[in-house]
C-alpha cells in the first residue's frame, strides 16, 4: 500500500508540474542547474495496457518508467552524462507494473558516457545512446531504450556517418561454459538530398556482432524468436540495412514523412529478410500539434538480433508480421499523450502454428 501511495503523489506531483507557467521546469531547458554547469531532468510515463493473444492469456495492466537523469558540462565541447531508469533487467524497456509500486531495486543505469563534440564531430564514450538514424524512427533492427556500452564516433552534416566498436551489456550471467562476451562492430552512412519541397534521406549500415553462434542468450527473456537449440544460438549475426526516408514540408497543413527500412542478415542462408515502411503526418511542436503513424512490419526469424529490436511489436524479438497505428498530441510543454494499436502474427516463420497478437497502448508523459 506505502508503495502505491508513493507511486500516485509522484504522478500527481509531476502532473502539476505539467501545467505550471515556471520556467525552470520545462524539457528543454534543465530542471535545476548550478552555475550553468550541472543539470538535472526527467520524464515519468504512466501507461495502460492491453494484450489479447491466440497462444497465451490477455493481459491487462498498468504499467510505468521513470527516468532521472543528470550532466554536467566538462567544457563547453565536453559533458558527463549519467541516467537512471525503471525496468532493471531488461535492456529495452524500462516499464514496471503500477501494482509493483515503485522499488528502487527495479533502477538500473541507464546511460554513463562522455560526449564530445568538436564542430560537426561527436563523440561518446561509455554507456550510451546510439548515434545511428532510423527513418521515422523505425524499430526494426534498434529498439529506443537499447544503450551500448563503448566508444561511438558520429559526423553530422547534410550527411551523417556513424562508427562504433561495443561490448553486449549481459544483464543475465549464467554459470555456463557456453556463456562467452559478444561484441559489436557498427558502421551507418546517411546521404541527404535536398528537394523543393522538403527531402530525401537515403542511408545503408552494417552491424556485425561477434560472438552469438553458440553463446547463450544475454538477457531473461532467451532468445525472442532467433533460432537457438540446447540452450545455445545457432547462427550469427551481420545485419545489412538500407533506409529511406521522404520528407514534405507541408501537405495539407502538416509535414507529412514516408519511408522504408529493409534488414538483411548476411550470416545466414534462410529466415534472413525483414523490412518495414512507415508515413507519419504532422508534429508535436507546439501545444496541442498532434501527429499521427502507420507502420507495417515483417521480421523474419534470424534477420535481426532480436535481443535488441522493437520489445513491443510481437512482444519483442523476431518471428511476426503485422501492422501498426500510433497517436501522439502535445498538451504542454511538460505532458504528451500517445497511442499504440497493433494488430500482427507471431510465429509466421518457425514450427509453431501462427498466432494473433492484439496490442494497445494508451501513454500519458510528464516531463520535467
Known amino acids: 500500500m506505502t508503495n502505491k501511495i508513493i507511486f500516485l503523489s509522484l504522478i500527481t506531483l509531476s502532473a502539476l508540474m505539467a501545467h505550471t507557467d515556471d520556467p525552470l521546469v520545462k524539457p528543454e531547458v534543465p530542471l535545476f542547474s548550478f552555475k550553468d554547469k550541472l543539470h538535472f531532468y526527467g520524464d515519468a510515463r504512466i501507461r495502460h495496457q492491453e494484450v489479447q493473444r491466440d497462444d497465451k ?6 504499467r510505468y518508467r521513470i527516468r532521472l537523469g543528470t550532466s554536467y558540462d566538462i567544457s563547453d565541447n565536453m559533458v558527463f552524462e549519467a541516467q537512471t531508469s525503471s525496468g532493471k533487467g531488461n535492456p529495452t524497456s524500462g516499464n514496471v507494473k503500477v501494482d509493483d509500486g515503485i522499488d528502487l531495486n527495479k533502477f538500473k543505469f541507464d546511460i554513463v558516457d562522455v560526449d564530445y563534440k568538436e564542430g560537426k564531430n561527436r563523440y561518446k564514450v561509455g554507456r550510451s545512446k546510439y548515434l545511428f538514424y532510423r527513418a521515422i ?3 526494426l533492427i534498434w529498439d529506443n531504450d537499447i544503450r551500448l556500452d563503448g566508444l561511438m564516433y558520429g559526423y553530422k552534416d547534410e550527411d551523417r556517418f556513424t562508427l562504433g566498436v561495443a561490448k553486449l551489456n549481459r544483464l543475465e550471467l549464467e554459470d555456463n561454459p ?11 552512412y546517411i546521404h541527404q538530398l535536398q528537394q523543393e519541397n522538403g527531402h530525401l534521406n537515403i542511408g545503408t549500415g552494417i552491424y556485425h556482432y561477434e560472438g552469438i553462434k553458440g553463446n ?3 538477457y531473461a527473456k532467451g532468445a525472442l524468436g532467433n533460432s537457438y537449440t540446447n540452450g545455445v544460438y545457432e547462427h550469427d ?3 545489412l540495412e538500407l533506409s ?4 514534405f514540408s507541408n501537405v495539407l497543413g502538416k509535414p507529412l514523412k514516408l519511408a522504408s527500412t529493409f534488414a538483411y542478415n548476411s550470416a545466414v542462408s534462410q529466415h534472413n529478410f525483414a523490412y518495414d515502411v512507415s508515413a507519419k ?6 501545444d496541442y500539434d498532434w501527429q499521427v503513424g502507420y507502420t507495417y512490419r515483417k521480421l523474419e526469424r534470424d534477420a535481426v538480433y532480436a535481443a535488441h529490436n522493437d520489445s513491443d511489436f510481437i512482444a519483442g524479438g523476431s518471428d511476426g508480421r503485422g501492422h501498426i497505428i500510433t497517436t501522439k498530441m502535445r498538451v504542454s510543454k511538460h505532458m504528451d499523450v500517445a497511442g499504440h494499436f497493433q494488430w500482427s502474427k507471431k510465429f509466421i516463420d518457425s514450427a509453431k502454428p501462427e498466432a494473433d497478437y492484439h496490442r494497445i497502448m494508451l501513454d500519458m508523459i510528464l516531463k520535467f
Open 57 to 62: 492469456d490477455s493481459v491487462y495492466q498498468g
Open 137 to 139: 524512427k523505425s524499430q
Open 178 to 188: 557456453n556463456t562467452k562476451d559478444i561484441y559489436m562492430l557498427t558502421a551507418q
Open 216 to 218: 547463450t542468450a544475454p
Open 237 to 239: 549475426y551481420t545485419i
Open 244 to 247: 529511406a526516408e521522404e520528407s
Open 281 to 286: 503526418l504532422g508534429s508535436t511542436k507546439k
